[in-house]
């Protein structure tokens, strides 16, 4: 089964979302990671049920499946970056409450999953207490979920208190629910995992939910351009053969070259799928 390429917003943001999602089309790719943004689809403006169903009908019409992201990086506070996030002392309810908005979009988007991490704990949280505010609000998040068939995909993020995929075993083992999968970032595995990055693929591919693609070099949590870091990409999509779920670059600090970098992209993994069946 041919790998389904995708591209996520949060590295569009110097273009309309009318004119992005066409562009991917025509491309080539056949999805896109939908971060819900106040300039693509503000998921805290008026309007949004009508704003989704024009968005639905638009990705049906282009032919593209879709992941609801959770991201931006200043939705909920606009001076702190992420902040609020699940394991914060004051706001944390804010983020549930985005989150169960995510699902609903999702849902009417009819969208394969909503991709979400867990945050940064700061200092002054406790460990303890940070993991007890992870878990109830993943069980908040879930129990909208669950009521509306939607998956959700966490993802590990270097940095934060779930930040590789024995911190996402450890939290799904203790949530034990069947639409909590893995958002799998393969540049972050550079940063945090110690195995070859098919070696880890092959581990997690029956909790894969969602792919994020992008380049890294070891050790160091920068997305770069593909082939301008240490993933091999060859052998790492060979690992995914099979996936059913979407794979989508993640640039978010390539808006500005985003008409040149959406082309470049498809066609280099294009490439290297090329090199893994060894044309």
């Not at 629910?177 to 070859?196: A, M, N, S």
């Not at 997305?223 to 999509?237: K, N, R, S, T």
Request: aromatic share 4%; glycine share 10%; net charge negative.
């Amino acid at each position: 089964m041919a790998l389904r390429y995708a591209y996520v917003t949060n590295g569009l943001g110097d273009h309309r979302l009318d004119d992005a999602l066409p562009m991917l089309a025509d491309c080539g790719y056949t999805g896109v990671g939908l971060t819900l943004d106040h300039h693509h689809l503000d998921p805290l403006g008026p309007g949004l049920p009508r704003k989704v169903a024009v968005i639905a009908d638009r990705l049906r019409d282009l032919g593209l499946a879709v992941v609801v992201e959770t991201g931006a990086r200043f939705v909920l506070d606009p001076r702190h970056k992420h902040e609020p996030t699940l394991l914060s002392e004051h706001g944390r309810d804010r983020r549930v409450e985005l989150l169960r908005i995510a699902v609903r979009v999702a849902a009417d988007l009819g969208a394969e999953a909503v991709s979400l991490w867990s945050g940064v704990r700061q200092p002054a949280v406790p460990p303890g207490v940070a993991r007890h505010r992870l878990v109830e609000g993943c069980r908040a998040v879930l129990s909208v979920a669950e009521t509306l068939d939607v998956k959700l995909a966490f993802e590990p993020e270097p940095g934060m208190l779930v930040s590789s995929v024995d911190d996402w075993y450890a939290l799904a083992g203790e949530l034990r629910h069947p639409l909590f999968g893995l958002t799998l970032d393969l540049g972050h595995c550079l940063v945090t995992e110690r195995l070859p990055l098919p070696e880890v693929i092959a581990r997690v591919r029956d909790d894969l939910t969602y792919v994020q693609i992008d380049d890294m070099r070891h050790g160091v949590h920068e997305h770069l351009d593909l082939g301008q870091g240490d993933v091999d990409f060859p052998p790492a999509l060979a690992a995914l053969d099979g996936f059913g779920g979407l794979v989508a670059v993640e640039l978010s600090r390539h808006s500005h070259t985003a008409h040149t970098t959406v082309p470049r992209s498809i066609e280099f993994l294009r490439r290297a799928e090329g090199m893994r069946h060894g044309a």
